[in-house]
């Protein structure tokens, strides 16, 4: 199915399901399509990456954070991710995606997600960071939480996202542009 169909499906198909409280725990049974296969024949690792994304377009909407963001002339903004193989995903085969709030901190969510076979099997998982960016840069989550009415919370990081962000610092201190942002 083409991918722009895919986003307006996720958005339609969001505003018809229940409201969430950031945190909340959603999970969506997909089917591997022949457009997300690579030469492999089995689902390309970048189509992941894809999918994470029309779950959080979801997660935007059910949780007002989507409408708040229209509101304010925000942007959704992608920070990065990390993710792990584990085992393949066929074409044609169902599997599940659960996707959640893992942690905050004063500007990034962190999400954390897992693409799971009809067993249980793990095939990939990991998380990504994403913020709300204004005119002024990155919105604080104190005042994207406050306009859903929410009182922010940070969160304890997970070890591994603690890691990735070490890691993140390392990428970007070996390339030389620290303090160039």
């Not at 959603?26 to 689902?43: A, K, S, T, Y």
């Not at 990456?49 to 304010?72: H, P, W």
Request: glycine share 10%.
């Amino acid at each position: 199915m083409n991918l722009w169909l895919r986003l307006i499906w996720a958005v339609l198909r969001a505003w018809r399901l229940p409201t969430i409280q950031p945190g909340a725990l959603i999970e969506r049974n997909l089917r591997v399509w022949p457009g997300d296969l690579d030469i492999n024949g089995h689902m390309n690792n970048g189509r992941y990456l894809t999918i994470i994304d029309l779950m959080l377009v979801e997660y935007f909407v059910r949780s007002g954070f989507a409408q708040v963001m229209l509101k304010a002339g925000w942007r959704p903004m992608s920070g990065g991710a990390v993710i792990t193989y584990r085992k393949s995903l066929q074409p044609g085969q169902l599997y599940r995606l659960r996707f959640s709030l893992a942690a905050a901190n004063e500007n990034w969510n962190f999400m954390r997600f897992e693409f799971l076979r009809k067993d249980g099997t793990l095939c990939a998982a990991g998380y990504m960071k994403g913020a709300a960016v204004g005119r002024k840069g990155l919105v604080p989550n104190i005042e994207s939480y406050n306009r859903l009415g929410i009182q922010f919370e940070m969160t304890p990081l997970p070890f591994a996202v603690q890691s990735w962000l070490a890691a993140e610092q390392a990428i970007i201190l070996e390339s030389g542009q620290v303090g160039r942002e």
